[in-house]
């Protein structure tokens, strides 16, 4: 009997060696789908993306007074909070806080800051449009970098486009800080900066967003 | 007598090609991949158009919590090659009259994300192996202007390597005093250039729109 099952097994082997050896390869697969589905999953695919700022250097000479800018060149954006700006042009003193000048409300949307910066900011985001525009069509053949460097060159010789002076009341957050500077960018403007605000302009946010005065300390 | 009449052909598939195809994007996913580090406290960092890429070395990194806390990292995690990771740790060691030893350096060294643990704390947290207890420990770099480690950190980052810059990576909801108090400290550092991390926002602006 013995006998007679291993010759049958040899038969068979020999039998199984005439067929083309196949390999069942869907175990393989299914490690294969996960192992896929693991990297895709854990992979970073797009690498965050960095925004550059330069703040303006802190004073620490009295002596030394800070550099002097066009008022009616000047506009300040302060980020007010629930994500609203509020906007003023030119300058306020401390001494006029009797008669604090209103702020103009705006938000985010395409229709709010970024309408009021390109209407100001308009023939300069002109120029840097054109200049794109000839690159993109062949007119002007320059290299990636120094396109970059146009376009800043540009930016510098503007003198007519609005300076920027941004400012953030206390109870922004950082997304409306990195949206601002994104708006400027998206804009074109030239000169934008981030600077401290004044207890005045608290004062005047609170008016406006009518927040009571009593309830916050204003550092003075 | 089967009942059932099993079919002629027997259905096997060819699994070489889809097999073959798998092992390539397999391979193509497994070279270029970059893990996504678990960061010690989560941040959804707000959107801008910029596309220039975050750097991969000189970098510090300040990460800015929703609670408040701050967080630093340095070279992007352990991928450093000048290891200037531990000899930042070694000199904060020596202003605070802690020793070192090199496994610690080296744990710190290795470590692949940002790193929130007051100075005191940190042969506790490099000693520690268990995730769960290291999470414990990382309660934000102090800030005050008692005890400002962070702007130790700032300082000694600079004198180790000279050519670091300063990255912030906030999440939107980030309430704006942390991030005045941070900008104020980098500031007095002379730090005044800094890169923002975002992810990007594709926007086109119509310049027809804007004419009208």
Request: proline share 12%.
């Given at each position: 009997m013995a006998e007679i099952i291993q010759e049958e097994k040899e038969g068979g082997k020999k039998k199984a060696k005439k067929?083309?050896?196949?390999?069942?390869m869907t175990p393989m697969v299914d490690l294969m789908c996960l192992l896929i589905t693991f990297f895709m999953l854990t992979t970073a695919f797009s690498k965050a993306k960095i925004m550059e700022i330069v703040l303006p250097e802190k004073i620490?000479?009295?002596?030394v007074d800070p550099p002097k800018i066009a008022k009616y060149r000047t506009m300040n954006i302060i980020l007010g909070p629930d994500n609203k700006i509020y906007w003023y042009p030119g300058m306020v003193s401390p001494e006029d806080y009797k008669n604090l000048p209103p702020l103009t409300e705006t938000d985010f949307g395409p229709t709010g800051i970024r309408k009021l910066m390109l209407d100001r900011n308009r023939a300069l985001f002109k120029k840097i449009d054109d200049f794109n525009n000839q690159v993109i069509s062949g007119k002007i053949r320059i290299s990636q970098d120094s396109v970059q460097g146009a376009i800043r060159q540009l930016k510098k010789d503007d003198d007519t486009g609005p300076i920027v002076l941004i400012k953030a009341y206390k109870k922004a957050n950082y997304g409306n800080f990195v949206d601002i500077l994104d708006e400027m960018n998206i804009c074109g403007i030239a000169r934008y900066t981030f600077v401290d605000i004044a207890w005045y302009e608290e004062k005047m946010v609170e008016t406006a967003a009518g927040?009571?005065?009593?309830a916050t300390t204003s550092t003075k | 007598m089967p009942k059932i009449k099993l079919p002629t052909?027997?259905?096997?598939?060819?699994?070489t090609p889809m097999v073959d195809l798998f092992s390539v994007v397999l391979t193509f996913l497994m070279l270029t991949t970059t893990m996504r580090q678990q960061e010690p406290a989560p941040v959804d960092t707000p959107a801008s158009i910029s596309e220039k890429p975050t750097p991969d070395f000189n970098m510090m990194t300040l990460l800015l919590s929703k609670d408040d806390k701050v967080f630093i990292n340095f070279d992007n995690g352990p991928d450093t090659l000048l290891k200037f990771r531990p000899k930042i740790l070694a000199e904060m060691g020596k202003r605070y009259n802690i020793e070192f030893t090199p496994s610690e350096l080296r744990e710190f060294e290795k470590y692949p994300s940002s790193i929130g643990v007051p100075i005191l704390k940190m042969k506790e947290f490099l000693g520690t192996r268990d995730n769960k207890a290291r999470t414990a420990f990382q309660t934000g770099v102090p800030i005050d202007s008692t005890d400002n480690q962070l702007a130790l950190w700032v300082l000694f980052a600079r004198q180790v390597n000279p050519n670091i810059q300063a990255c912030i990576k906030g999440d939107?909801?980030?309430?704006f005093p942390i991030v005045k108090k941070v900008l104020d400290i980098m500031q007095d550092k002379n730090v005044n250039r800094f890169n923002l991390i975002t992810s990007l926002e594709a926007v086109r602006i119509n310049v027809e729109e804007i004419q009208k």
């Open positions: 067929h083309a050896p196949h390999i069942d620490k000479d009295k002596n927040i009571p005065s009593a | 052909k027997s259905p096997h598939i060819d699994m939107s909801k980030t309430g």
